[in-house]
């Protein structure tokens, strides 16, 4: 089984341009979260997403931050207007229900120039 | 909310060392409890896990016991090797809340 895949590995943007990072789920795995993983940081909790419903965006950015997670395709995380401190890891993981262990991708290295 | 603190790094160990890795977490509730492992370059991997007060979580030499009285899950194993380098997460939470993480502790491990 494919495990959590992210893409791309590696984004660079220049400030004011839009980011967006992809995350397929492991397959059977329906519930899908978001981390930050800032430099010398632990991973802090960004949104919890089912199919098509964002369950919980507590640790979001209140502007330029949004996550999606279509019936069909992968989870989106965008992000508007980048700026230098949103360089950070991006990390997606995925679960087949909320109670069972997350199961990690290799993440997003953000870059802002 | 869940809030997780596990000792600062790095933590230097000859090969066949005895490793500790602390890790205390505060939570309204019982919340689960995890470690996660990262190696350069790569996404976090389960390491074990404890659901309830007085479990153990074991993997690949590694324990780690849930301890309800002083709310710790402190990381153990017996003899570390070269193989064993990276840096391990404490983790707290789980469900519609995700995980609360620590802020991770590398490990070295020397010949």
């Known amino acids: 089984n494919a495990g959590v895949m992210q893409n791309p590995r590696h984004l660079v943007r220049r400030r004011g341009q839009e980011a967006r990072l992809r995350c397929s789920p492991m397959?059977?795995?329906?519930?899908v979260y978001w981390y930050r993983q800032l430099p010398e940081e632990g991973l802090k909790f960004m949104v919890y997403?089912?199919?098509?419903?964002?369950?919980?965006e507590s640790g979001m950015p209140k502007e330029r931050f949004s996550a999606e997670f279509p019936k069909e395709g992968p989870s989106i995380l965008r992000i508007q207007q980048v700026v230098r401190g949103d360089s950070a890891a991006y990390f997606c993981?995925?679960?087949?229900?909320?109670?069972?262990?997350?199961?990690f991708g290799d993440g997003t290295r953000l870059s802002i120039l | 909310g869940n809030s997780v603190t596990q000792m600062e790094g790095p933590v230097t160990l000859s090969e066949e060392a005895f490793l500790t890795i602390n890790c205390t977490y505060t939570a309204t509730g019982y919340p689960s409890l995890f470690w996660y492992v990262q190696y350069p370059g790569e996404g976090l991997q389960l390491l074990l896990k404890?659901?309830?007060?007085?479990d153990k979580g074991s993997n690949k030499g590694f324990e780690a016991t849930y301890r309800k009285e002083t709310t710790s899950f402190h990381l153990e194993k017996g003899s570390v090797q070269v193989s064993d380098s990276a840096v391990y997460f404490c983790a707290a939470g789980g469900g519609a809340d995700g995980l609360t993480f620590g802020k991770g502790t590398h490990l070295i491990i020397q010949p």
């Open positions: 404890a659901t309830k007060a007085d």
């Open positions: 397959k059977g795995h329906s519930h």
């Open positions: 997403l089912q199919k098509e419903n964002i369950i919980d």
């Open positions: 993981a995925s679960s087949p229900d909320r109670n069972q262990p997350q199961h």
